[in-house]
């Protein structure tokens, strides 16, 4: 019912900046948030940031100051802008939205495949 896909990953070199973009189709009737969780090799998935009803914005200590959350609600879309790439930040970047699909609907969360952030010299 809900897809969720992401784009602008890449393989970029360290202190580059990317874009990842997210648009979610579907039957949604509300969202809550919409945001961006990583995940290296070997590792758990991590919150990177999100956006929520309203406007507000949390991000990960490990990439504050560095990107930028951005929603565009009639697109659907969500945005990340990252600056000043590590190679820490090689990861998985999955975008994720949190919604109803109907007003007596239980929020669910939707998770996209993915898109690889590579960041290497």
């Known amino acids: 019912q809900v897809q969720v896909v992401e784009s602008g990953g890449g393989l970029v070199q360290p202190g580059v900046s990317l874009r990842l973009s997210c648009t979610a189709s579907?039957?949604?009737?509300?969202?809550?948030?919409m945001g961006w969780y990583r995940q290296a090799p070997g590792k758990q998935r991590e919150f990177v940031a999100d956006i929520v009803t309203g406007g507000n914005t949390n991000y990960a200590d490990s990439v504050k100051g560095r990107v930028t959350i951005s929603r565009d609600n009639a697109k659907n879309s969500v945005y990340l802008q990252m600056n000043s790439l590590k190679p820490e930040d090689t990861a998985r970047y999955y975008c994720n939205l949190e919604g109803r699909r109907a007003i007596l609907s239980a929020v669910q969360t939707y998770w996209g495949q993915g898109t690889q952030v590579t960041v290497s010299s």
């Open positions: 579907g039957s949604i009737f509300s969202t809550n948030s």
